[in-house]
């Protein structure tokens, strides 16, 4: 099969989507299938790579500049299946991974001062919203990485429920696996992470207001009294506005700013918990990741990674900005017993161990060719 993967700039070192797009790019590859990645810039070695240009500054010149550079590139292509990772025409399987912008206004914007109803008329977001509209109603069909965002698809577009299609994410399974108890606690050790025994909280995002980082921050902060506890903040680094957020809240020897990280991996073997309360994530694959680390997770109802965390357990799903319910959720998983505590992180591993990516492009070309006839 000859197959096109769209998406503006595509890496295994870059960000979730764009590291989504080399994955799914090299796998394909090993499978047989002739892939092209149309992007505007691929570090992917070996795979065909076709540049759609992107021009202008601001988001809104990048986006339609792409929006129509893809729409060139492929009529000059022999392509018999186009996978959209980014919001363009025309796209056989159209893959919503980035926020479902006409779901975010409403989430993310709602008690403002400006009313999501009347944001919703700016330039930026009218121009996202109509792009979204162009792209869901020209593919043939819709993949979703959950349930949650083919509910939302139907919910707010008029697509037949049989083109929305929910395939979840995959995770490198040689890069994010189990350790072996010894062996964490020589990592632990060697990444000098808090004390000794303090029990390891970690965060990974970098856009933290969305993903939930101050009222992660209030949460641990009403645990002070109860649990030696240090957070670990991966993805953001600590500026004035987190800084004095930490001071207020009494947090600043409890809390520890590492920036972005290319070992993310080492910290989701050495810690003892993964706290995601994201206001919205399609899927947070850092939740999958974690969990093929066996680390359990807490995070939130409105992120799709919650339909396989409560698999584990339903108490470890809350509802965002939360902060009784967060802290409620972290405690009760600090003080299980560590019997406990193993066996919830041995069967969060098991669950991730069906989600690598061989299966997921696997299901992935299942889809493709019966959708397609082929």
């Not at 197959?3 to 047989?32: F, H, K, P, T």
């Not at 025309?90 to 409403?106: K, N, Q, T, V, Y």
């Not at 990485?145 to 139907?154: A, W």
């Not at 957020?245 to 520890?256: H, I, R, T, Y």
């Amino acid at each position: 099969m000859r197959v096109a993967v769209v998406r503006r700039q595509c890496g295994l070192d870059l960000g979730g989507a764009e590291r989504y797009c080399a994955n799914v790019a090299i796998w394909l590859s090993r499978l047989g299938h002739k892939v092209t990645v149309i992007a505007d810039s691929s570090k992917v070695e070996g795979i065909d790579f076709k540049r759609a240009r992107v021009w202008g500054r601001g988001s809104i010149l990048k986006n339609l500049s792409f929006f129509h550079s893809v729409r060139s590139v492929l009529k000059a292509r022999d392509i018999d299946c186009i996978y959209g990772l980014s919001r363009i025409k025309g796209a056989d399987f159209l893959r919503i991974s980035d926020p479902l912008h006409r779901a975010w206004l409403e989430l993310g914007y709602s008690g403002r001062k400006i009313p999501w109803q009347l944001r919703r008329l700016t330039p930026r977001h009218l121009f996202l919203l109509f792009q979204e509209k162009e792209a869901i109603g020209s593919a043939r069909f819709v993949i979703t990485n959950s349930n949650l965002v083919k509910g939302q698809i139907l919910r707010y577009y008029p697509i037949e429920p049989q083109r929305v299609i929910t395939i979840y994410n995959g995770v490198d399974l040689d890069r994010f696996h189990q350790m072996k108890e010894g062996q964490r606690r020589r990592l632990r050790a060697s990444l000098s992470l808090g004390k000794k025994d303090s029990f390891l909280i970690l965060f990974v995002g970098s856009d933290w207001k969305r993903k939930g980082l101050l009222p992660l921050l209030e949460a641990v902060s009403a645990l002070k009294r109860d649990l030696d506890f240090h957070l670990l903040v991966i993805g953001v680094e600590a500026g004035k506005g987190l800084l004095k957020a930490c001071q207020g809240l009494n947090l600043l020897e409890n809390v520890s700013f590492l920036g972005k990280r290319v070992d993310v991996e080492r910290f989701y073997m050495a810690c003892d918990l993964l706290c995601l309360p994201t206001y919205y994530d399609p899927f947070a694959n850092v939740c999958l990741e974690a969990m093929a680390c066996a680390m359990p997770v807490i995070t939130t109802r409105t992120n799709g990674a919650s339909e396989l965390v409560e698999r584990m357990d339903e108490g470890l799903v809350v509802e965002p900005g939360d902060v009784a319910a967060l802290k409620e959720a972290i405690q009760r998983v600090a003080t299980m017993k560590s019997s406990e505590r193993s066996a919830l992180g041995d069967g969060c591993a098991r669950l991730a161990r069906q989600f690598g990516w061989d299966s997921h492009v696997k299901r992935l070309v299942e889809c493709f060719s019966r959708q397609m006839g082929g």
